[in-house]
């Protein structure tokens, strides 16, 4: 269960701040999958970040699976996400001069656990995405919709039972994003809860999602 409590978040933009996100409150219930839909700068990645304990909010309370994230100090929240959590970034945040399979593993790095099992869990969530034939290449010479493939296995490779995803198909063609999307019903179906910020309308009428919010400049539209 994810609880979010009358969040905000402020940056500052020169002089000025900016109001990213104003009061947001919102329920997420285990095994729910939820589209946040909302146009470009509207907050949508700020709120998976603030999940995702990836910066804290300004003001309010996050809690993730009873966890409040949002006071935990660093290294508890990086273990929080790495035992919970799966993160599919809008901008892939891939290592570059890394293979595919070795960015994949990198989240378990932490773990200790001997090669094999790495290369073993990261074949297994690379098979899922369709993209183990090119774990020995280098990701900056793979495609875009390649790179979006190993992100995508990366945030699976350690078994998340919450998986945030920022645009998901921004990279992928239409042949793809389905793929992308069934591998998303698959996950659902075995109980992971989904939170997916997007704009992509192929995620409006899907018979898997229980409910899309909008958000605009900031603010939950209920
Ligand atoms: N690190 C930052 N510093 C300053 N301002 C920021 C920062 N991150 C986000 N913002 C501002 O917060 C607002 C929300 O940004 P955010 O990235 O969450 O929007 P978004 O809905 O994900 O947009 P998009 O659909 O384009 O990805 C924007 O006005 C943006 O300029
Ligand atoms: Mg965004």
Known sequence: MIVLHEVCKQFMQGDEEAHALKKVSLEIKKGECVVLKGSSGSGKSTLL??????????????????KEISKLPESFSAQLRREKIGFIFQKFHLIPYLSALENVIAPLIPENLPVRILEEKAKIAMEQCG?????????????????????IARALVNNPSIILADEPTANLDETLSRELIASLEALKHSGVTLLIATHDPLFFELPFVDRIIEIKNGEMIL
């Open 49 to 66: 970040s603030l999940i995702a304990g990836l910066m804290q909010p300004s003001s309010g309370t996050i809690s993730v699976e009873g």
């Open 131 to 151: 993209i183990a034939h090119k774990a020995k290449m280098r990701v900056n010479r793979l495609s875009g919709g390649e790179q979006q493939r190993v992100a």
